[in-house]
């Protein structure tokens, strides 16, 4: 298993630009989540999906859109990036269907807005 | 309004030491505590986990406390070794809740010196 991929690792947007960030999983997990990660902030939740075609706002949702149509991908897209948006992002994934508990993270995507 | 207070926010300690974090919680119906441990460039991995219903759990050096009456729990890491030094995060997630639901602490950055 690959368990959750992200493309792309890095990236370099202009203000106002759109990006469409990439996550995958291959373990059959219902739940995704996107996270934010921002020096001294910790990890802050953009939006999550509890299933294909389920998706609801975290705490920080503004700027973010989100959708499931399969089970294995749910992108992030950024409509019109700000500066504010400059983070790195984790996608996770979990399941409870084997009674683990457990968010597995992919490797982040390091994005920065000009 | 931040749920988990995590501390320090940074940590030096030298080989052989053993460093503790602590967090401290506001929602009393909180269920299921992890720590996550971040290694830079990578994303968060679940390293141990405990339930309120316990006030010790161990897995290997690593060992978490929880006091139920103060709203706190901590971190203990054994006999540190420099391979230790990562971002670790806690988090607490409310009853009923996935793991996508976690509220996070904002990390603390350790550092073994050998």
């Known amino acids: 298993n690959a368990g959750v991929t992200q493309t792309p690792k890095f990236q370099v947007l202009k203000t106002g630009q759109s990006m469409t960030l990439q996550c995958a999983q291959d373990m059959n997990h219902e739940y995704m989540s996107w996270y934010r990660q921002d020096p001294g902030m910790g990890l802050r939740l953009i939006h999550y999906s509890v299933g294909a075609g389920i998706t609801d706002q975290g705490e920080v949702p503004n700027g973010y859109n989100v959708s499931r149509s399969t089970t294995e991908d749910f992108p992030l897209r950024l409509l019109s990036a700000a500066p504010s948006q400059t983070s790195v992002y984790f996608c996770a994934s979990s399941s409870t269907a084997t009674g683990e508990d457990t968010q597995y993270f992919g490797p982040g995507t390091r994005l920065t807005v000009l | 309004q931040q749920q988990v207070k995590q501390s320090p926010q940074s940590l030096i300690v030298q080989k052989g030491g053993i460093p503790i974090i602590n967090c401290a919680y506001e929602?009393?119906?909180?269920?299921?505590f992890p720590w996550y441990q971040q290694f830079p460039g990578k994303g968060p991995a679940l390293l141990i986990a405990?339930?309120?219903?316990?006030s010790e759990k161990k897995e290997g050096r690593f060992t978490i406390s929880f006091n139920k009456s103060a709203k706190q729990f901590s971190l203990h890491i054994m006999d540190s070794q420099p391979g230790d030094s990562a971002t670790y995060f806690c988090a607490a997630r409310p009853p009923g809740a996935g793991s996508y639901q976690l509220t996070f602490g904002k990390g603390t950055k350790l550092s073994v010196i050998p």
């Open positions: 929602n009393t119906a909180f269920d299921y």
């Open positions: 405990i339930r309120p219903d316990v």
